[in-house]
């Protein structure tokens, strides 16, 4: 067996698997811990918990209102996103391996169409690393992580599309190995970097509405610094 | 439901068996043990919890038949902590799974290293011979002695049978060792063997003696209620007079130390 | 001891414990034969040892009460309520470690219900049920003191527990006396399996006496842990009061072991020069004999560090003489290798022992029946606190992120290193074929069970080439599929796996022999997975599947049957042909090696 088919099926992907799975899992209990407890310092305040839920699944939208200023951004970040559930959930190849791990499969999508969102995401993430680098407001805000993990997206986008490509003249088992080793580095940072919002997303709006709406803790150690631990409630 | 036999045996003879395993593929289909399946969990005598009995071959290359001996003083029956190991009236020793708790303390109890467990199950059984019970219910021969094509396998009164090997033996005392096996052994099997070669490797780690195994235990268990009684008397016995010692001693010390302060 | 130390500490026994738990999932999943080194001739493994040695070491517990209680001994009672702490936990982790040893656990209420009173093993399953509450009831008034139990109706029975303390202790006293040697009295019906240097008619006796030494050794290495952990001065006088008795029970101990030998006759086996006499010269010596020498000499028991030495050596040969006498020298026709699952659930049990012990020294009045102990908060920064990496320090919400991503990474390790797919599918673990060793005879014995074949290999080479008039087809009469560039490739090199067929099918070679990435298609016409790849027949002709085999059939067949079928088939046709029924039978090629058949003999001299 190649190498990379030995990774795919084996000890490794189990571990990654483990550490992505469990790992957001517990980041989302984590953050409902912190918003309960953050609820009820607040007491009986209430929160407008329809208008959250409505501006979280417009935020899915493309050129929803958040984002009707920069159309083109949108629309490249709607692509890409849309290429990488696709190819990773429906693609024949990764629902065979996930049914020899856990057996449990559902249907695949047909490869040509597949290929093509893939293409287009290929194409919508170039567009976003290229705005991340020459737009002068993105890159200020970018840390180095940000592009690395844009590059190791588009390394297995990459490296997967032009695997099945007859033209390309790069062995298929360097390209798998190279789409694997990257495909596992993603997996296991899932959930120690912002790529977290996979679970995260349906908490975001919920999370900066609680914090905007309710004291945060840092108020309760100044009054325990002020009349000790008994002391008066905000 | 009792037999109209008193206590049941088999006789094997050794001389007779030409290893040809009808006996083991009788039982299989009687037992419904399904298809042979190497396990790293099985021995290599060739039992395991597919297969109650194997022909294996001694030493000098003799096919012997293994399967339990159904003796007479059980280790498995006197080890079992919940009765699931038992022995009917005729001498046939069975296992209740209902009752079974998955100790295994039977398998390591029984000096031919004879009941096998199904270790790929979750809720697993433990595996043996059972002299096809309920054949002899039914009036019928256990499945292996009516399968044995050269009358290999005799089965009768466990007396009968012992009269018979004798007789056997007396008959062409060179074909034969001048032993039943089974006669004395462990307080005696009621699955006995002549054979023209010793047979002690079919014990777990050499040939069992004499002494049945349920009596190494017993010697120790018996004075279990004595011992507790004992222990139980002369813990209290001490508490109270060590108790009433130390009283008697404070209150001569608080006597000293009063009579000194009138002093 | 620095908090950070302390903190470590609990992380690696929290670690143990996890693992512990996953290999649990595992056990409980798909049995003790996926999860276990057991077998049919060693069923009974790694836990029963440990199991006794839980048992052997809380044998403080009783041995502490009678001292306090019944002896009046009131000095000692600052140290009787970890004595009974510890035993609580040691005997809640041999009911733990019970239900994962036992193959229907949910059975393990049969003994109450069926009696059976010649079963030594029904006697002790009262008696550890028995003794395990009466340690409950005596470890309860801890508990209750807590400021939680104020309730009236906990305070009554606080005291009604205060009043029923001597019956208690008393029958705690009879049941430990019971049970402890009751242990023992569980391989006195295997002199079969138990090495004679460690089996002994005493063995009930010894196993009593050997726990009391044991037991109080066992508390003094952990009034030194304990005391060590908090930071604060040792009790050495008690402790070494401990020392004190329990030398006379290691004395009697070994008084009794060593002369029961040799009235027996079987202590010249120690001195054989076998490894087992070897183990037992070190148990007794240095484990027995050196100890109480230092023992003895009141100037060494009153040092710390004369005192930690004996403890821990007293403890090491107590457990060595468990462990020995039911794993280490046990006799066994097949070998056993505990596996990984059963290792971690045999280490998980007593570190999440060790837990609920810290738990309840830290939280009760456990050292100091005034007061609970107030333990410093541990003001250290954990490290595995995301996403609250400004968690305050020592706030629940940082406990709680950082275990649980101790979790995450334990359980994500136990993943990749618990055999869960193996096990999942039913697939035996692999077994890998060991190479016949030879030449011109080859002696094969495909997993060193040493029921070895003895095949004449040059004597078939010859005698087929004469026949067939060609060495290349007498050659390929056996060597039916060969590696490139190889002209006889030995069976094991395809038929790697003992008892299991496996997959050799080389994707890559086929690939660039094929032509690279353009030739996918000559065999994956539809879809790039393997469920679409055409039959190998369809290019090599001659490999046409066996009845009832796959089309697309890359496997080699398990070693035993590949070896069976390849020798069987011949010399049953010879057998018939010649007239020499004997070719056909098992013993011709199985017989031991010590004795060779006639007919090997014949070969081997021809």
């Known amino acids: 067996m190649p190498t990379w088919m030995l990774i795919a099926k084996g000890a490794a992907l189990r571990f990654t698997l483990g550490i992505c799975a469990l790992g957001l899992l517990r980041l989302l209990l984590l953050t409902a811990l912190d918003m309960f407890a953050a609820l009820r310092r607040a007491g009986d305040r209430r929160l407008p918990l329809g208008q959250i839920a409505r501006q979280t699944l417009s935020w899915v939208a493309p050129l929803a209102r958040l984002h009707r200023s920069r159309p083109a951004y949108s629309f490249a970040s709607f692509v890409f996103h849309l290429g990488i559930l696709f190819a990773g959930f429906f693609l024949v190849n990764h629902l065979d391996i996930l049914k020899d791990l856990l057996g449990i499969s559902w249907p695949s999508l047909p490869k040509p169409a597949l290929d093509a969102l893939t293409l287009a995401a290929i194409i919508g993430g170039a567009y976003l690393l290229l705005y991340r680098?020459?737009?002068?407001?993105?890159?200020?805000?970018?840390?180095?992580?940000?592009?690395?993990?844009?590059?190791?997206?588009?390394?297995?986008?990459?490296?997967?599309?032009?695997?099945?490509?007859?033209?390309?003249?790069?062995?298929?088992?360097?390209?798998?190995?190279?789409?694997?080793?990257?495909?596992?580095?993603?997996?296991?940072?899932?959930?120690?970097?912002?790529?977290?919002?996979?679970?995260?997303?349906?908490l975001i709006r919920l999370g900066s509405e609680i914090a905007w709406h309710f004291p945060p803790r840092g108020g309760e150690q100044v009054i325990h610094a002020l009349y000790g631990p008994e002391g008066r409630k905000i | 439901?009792?037999?109209?036999?008193?206590?049941?045996?088999?006789?094997?003879?050794?001389?007779?068996?030409?290893?040809?395993?009808?006996?083991?593929?009788?039982?299989?289909?009687?037992?419904?043990?399904?298809?042979?399946?190497?396990?790293?969990?099985?021995?290599?005598?060739?039992?395991?919890?597919?297969?109650?009995?194997?022909?294996?071959?001694?030493?000098?290359?003799?096919?012997?038949?293994?399967?339990?001996?159904?003796?007479?003083?059980?280790?498995?029956?006197?080890?079992?902590?919940?009765?699931?190991?038992?022995?009917?009236?005729?001498?046939?020793?069975?296992?209740?799974?209902?009752?079974?708790?998955?100790?295994?303390?039977?398998?390591?109890?029984?000096?031919?290293?004879?009941?096998?467990?199904?270790?790929?199950?979750?809720?697993?059984?433990?595996?043996?011979?059972?002299?096809?019970?309920?054949?002899?219910?039914?009036?019928?021969?256990?499945?292996?002695?009516?399968?044995c094509p050269e009358q290999a396998l005799l089965f009768g009164e466990r007396d009968e049978l012992l009269l018979e090997a004798r007789r056997r033996l007396e008959r062409s005392p060179n074909k034969y060792l001048p032993v039943v096996y089974g006669e004395q052994e462990l307080g005696g099997t009621s699955v006995l063997y002549i054979s023209p070669e010793p047979l002690d490797f079919l014990g777990f780690h050499g040939a069992p003696g004499d002494q049945p195994y349920p009596e190494l235990t017993w010697n120790w268990l018996s004075r279990t209620p004595s011992v507790a009684l004992a222990m139980g008397g002369l813990m209290t016995g001490l508490f109270w007079v060590i108790g009433r010692r130390m009283q008697a001693e404070e209150k001569r010390a608080a006597r000293n130390t009063s009579s000194s302060h009138e002093a | 001891?620095?908090?950070?130390?302390?903190?470590?500490?609990?992380?690696?026994?929290?670690?143990?414990?996890?693992?512990?738990?996953?290999?649990?999932?595992?056990?409980?999943?798909?049995?003790?034969?996926?999860?276990?080194?057991?077998?049919?001739?060693?069923?009974?493994?790694?836990?029963?040892?440990?199991?006794?040695?839980?048992?052997?070491?809380?044998?403080?517990?009783?041995?502490?009460?009678?001292?306090?209680?019944?002896?009046?001994?009131?000095?000692?009672?600052?140290?009787?309520?970890?004595?009974?702490?510890?035993?609580?936990?040691?005997?809640?982790?041999?009911?733990?470690?019970?239900?994962?040893?036992?193959?229907?656990?949910?059975?393990?209420?049969?003994?109450?219900?069926?009696?059976?009173?010649?079963?030594?093993?029904?006697?002790?399953?009262?008696?550890?049920?028995?003794?395990?509450?009466?340690?409950?009831?005596?470890?309860?008034?801890?508990?209750?003191?807590?400021?939680?139990?104020?309730?009236?109706?906990?305070?009554?029975?606080?005291?009604?527990?205060?009043?029923?303390?001597?019956?208690?202790?008393?029958?705690?006293?009879?049941?430990?006396?019971?049970?402890?040697?009751?242990?023992?009295?569980?391989?006195l019906i295997m002199p079969h399996r138990v090495h004679p240097l460690w089996y002994s008619p005493w063995i009930p006796v010894l196993f009593f006496i050997s726990a009391i030494a044991a037991g109080l050794m066992a508390l003094v290495l952990e009034g030194f842990l304990v005391e060590r952990w908090l930071g604060s001065q040792v009790k050495l006088d008690l402790l070494e009061r401990l020392g004190k008795v329990a030398a006379f029970a290691l004395a009697l101990y070994l008084a009794l072991r060593l002369g029961d030998l040799w009235a027996r006759g079987t202590l010249p086996a120690a001195l054989d020069g076998s490894w087992q006499s070897l183990l037992f010269g070190a148990e007794v010596l240095i484990g027995g004999l050196l100890p109480l020498t230092l023992l003895t000499s009141r100037k060494i028991r009153q040092t710390r560090e004369g005192l930690l030495t004996s403890a821990l050596l007293i403890v090491a040969g107590v457990v060595s003489q468990r462990m020995s006498l039911s794993l280490f020298t046990m006799w066994r026709p097949a070998p056993y290798l505990p596996s990984l699952a059963e290792i971690l659930i045999a280490l998980g049990v007593p570190a999440a022992a060790a837990l609920i012990y810290l738990f309840f020294v830290e939280n009760l009045a456990?050292?100091?029946?005034?007061?609970?102990?107030?333990?410093?908060?541990?003001?250290?920064?954990?490290?595995?606190?995301?996403?609250?990496?400004?968690?305050?320090?020592?706030?629940?919400?940082?406990?709680?992120?950082?275990?649980?991503?101790?979790?995450?990474?334990?359980?994500?390790?136990?993943?990749?290193?618990?055999?869960?797919?193996?096990?999942?599918?039913?697939?035996?673990?692999?077994?890998?074929?060991?190479?016949?060793?030879?030449?011109?005879?080859?002696?094969?014995?495909?997993?060193?069970?040493?029921?070895?074949?003895?095949?004449?290999?040059?004597?078939?080479?010859?005698?087929?080439?004469?026949?067939?008039?060609?060495?290349?087809?007498?050659?390929?009469?056996?060597?039916?599929?060969?590696?490139?560039?190889?002209?006889?490739?030995?069976?094991?090199?395809?038929h790697r796996d003992y008892l299991q067929a496996v997959n050799i099918f080389d994707h890559t070679r086929h690939q660039q022999i094929l032509g690279g990435n353009a030739a996918c298609q000559e065999c994956h016409t539809v879809e790039h997975t393997r469920r679409s790849a055409a039959a190998c027949q369809e290019c090599h002709e001659t490999m046409s599947p066996k009845e009832g085999q796959a089309a697309f059939n890359p496997m080699a067949p398990a070693y035993l049957d590949a070896m069976h079928g390849l020798c069987q088939d011949c010399h049953a046709q010879q057998a018939a042909a010649q007239n020499r029924p004997e070719l056909a039978l098992c013993k011709t090629c199985h017989s031991l090696q010590e004795n060779p058949s006639e007919l090997q003999a014949a070969i081997r001299n021809e």
């Open chain 3, 366 to 494: 456990v050292l100091d029946e005034k007061a609970p102990l107030k333990i410093a908060p541990a003001r250290v920064q954990l490290p595995m606190t995301w996403p609250f990496p400004f968690a305050e320090r020592n706030s629940l919400n940082g406990i709680i992120a950082h275990r649980s991503g101790l979790a995450v990474g334990i359980i994500a390790v136990m993943l990749a290193v618990l055999p869960i797919q193996t096990a999942a599918s039913g697939a035996l673990p692999l077994n890998l074929v060991q190479p016949a060793r030879g030449w011109r005879i080859l002696w094969i014995d495909g997993n060193r069970a040493k029921y070895q074949v003895e095949f004449a290999h040059a004597e078939h080479q010859e005698r087929l080439a004469k026949e067939m008039g060609s060495s290349e087809e007498a050659c390929q009469t056996c060597h039916h599929l060969n590696l490139p560039q190889d002209e006889a490739t030995a069976c094991w090199q395809c």
């Open chain 1, 133 to 202: 680098l020459y737009a002068a407001s993105s890159r200020r805000l970018s840390k180095l992580s940000d592009y690395l993990l844009l590059v190791v997206i588009l390394n297995i986008l990459l490296s997967g599309y032009i695997a099945g490509r007859p033209w390309n003249s790069i062995p298929y088992d360097s390209l798998m190995l190279f789409h694997t080793l990257n495909g596992i580095a993603l997996l296991l940072v899932m959930p120690f970097t912002k790529i977290a919002h996979c679970v995260l997303y349906p």
């Open chain 3, 1 to 187: 001891m620095a908090a950070q130390y302390r903190n470590w500490i609990k992380d690696g026994l929290w670690a143990l414990a996890i693992a512990g738990m996953a290999a649990a999932v595992l056990r409980f999943t798909f049995g003790l034969g996926a999860s276990t080194g057991l077998n049919d001739t060693t069923p009974w493994g790694l836990w029963i040892a440990f199991k006794l040695c839980f048992v052997a070491l809380s044998g403080g517990g009783f041995t502490l009460a009678a001292m306090v209680y019944v002896f009046h001994l009131e000095s000692f009672r600052p140290i009787l309520r970890r004595a009974i702490l510890l035993a609580l936990l040691g005997y809640g982790s041999f009911i733990v470690s019970l239900l994962f040893d036992l193959g229907l656990p949910w059975h393990i209420y049969m003994p109450i219900i069926h009696w059976q009173h010649h079963s030594v093993m029904f006697e002790i399953a009262w008696c550890v049920m028995l003794y395990f509450t009466v340690l409950t009831l005596e470890f309860a008034p801890v508990i209750l003191e807590h400021d939680w139990f104020r309730h009236p109706i906990f305070q009554m029975i606080y005291r009604a527990l205060h009043v029923a303390v001597i019956p208690l202790v008393i029958t705690g006293i009879v049941l430990s006396t019971l049970h402890q040697s009751s242990l023992g009295a569980l391989i």
């Open chain 2, 1 to 147: 439901m009792s037999l109209a036999l008193k206590h049941v045996g088999v006789l094997v003879d050794v001389t007779r068996c030409i290893g040809c395993n009808q006996c083991i593929e009788a039982c299989v289909v009687e037992n419904d043990l399904g298809e042979l399946r190497h396990t790293p969990q099985q021995a290599p005598d060739g039992l395991s919890d597919r297969r109650f009995a194997a022909i294996v071959e001694s030493p000098q290359g003799a096919y012997v038949r293994k399967a339990c001996r159904h003796c007479l003083q059980p280790a498995c029956v006197s080890v079992c902590p919940v009765g699931a190991m038992y022995q009917t009236p005729e001498g046939v020793v069975l296992y209740d799974y209902a009752k079974c708790m998955g100790c295994r303390y039977c398998m390591m109890a029984c000096p031919y290293g004879i009941p096998r467990y199904e270790w790929g199950s979750t809720a697993p059984r433990v595996r043996k011979c059972n002299l096809c019970y309920e054949r002899l219910q039914n009036g019928q021969l256990p499945a292996c002695v009516e399968a």
